[in-house]
């Protein structure tokens, strides 16, 4: 026989389900963030004792500081193959001729 809930049960069924919806779809959220979220590199103590103290000495504070370098560089023209080469390499390949006939459907329910 089917059990028969009291109104008070099936409202306290109802609350403790609808704590476990937000707990629940708190957690997706929370994943979701993490998997798709902004990503950035921070720097913990001690990362960068790797590296010679000369260079970190050396490295500038400041943008303002920095001094931009430029460099020139001349331009040049590449060479176009040739078709004669690939000529070249498709003879020496098999070449195999294939006839190929369309075929023409006839639209579903037209019967001629």
Known sequence: MAEKITLE?????N?????????LTEMVNY??????????EKLS????????DKEQE????????????????TSHQRK????ESRKQLLDCLE???ELHQ????????VNI
């Open 80 to 83: 176009c193959k040739s078709k």
């Open 95 to 97: 070449q195999v001729e």
């Open 58 to 73: 050396t490295a500038p504070t400041n943008d303002s500081t920095v001094e931009k370098l430029t460099t020139t560089v």
């Open 15 to 23: 609350k403790e389900l609808k704590a476990k919806i937000a707990e």
């Open 9 to 13: 049960e099936a409202l306290r069924e």
């Open 45 to 52: 103590v001690g990362q960068l004792d790797l590296f010679d």
């Open 102 to 109: 369309q075929v023409r459907r006839q639209p579903k329910g």
């Open 31 to 40: 994943l979701q963030k993490q998997l798709f979220g902004k990503k950035t």
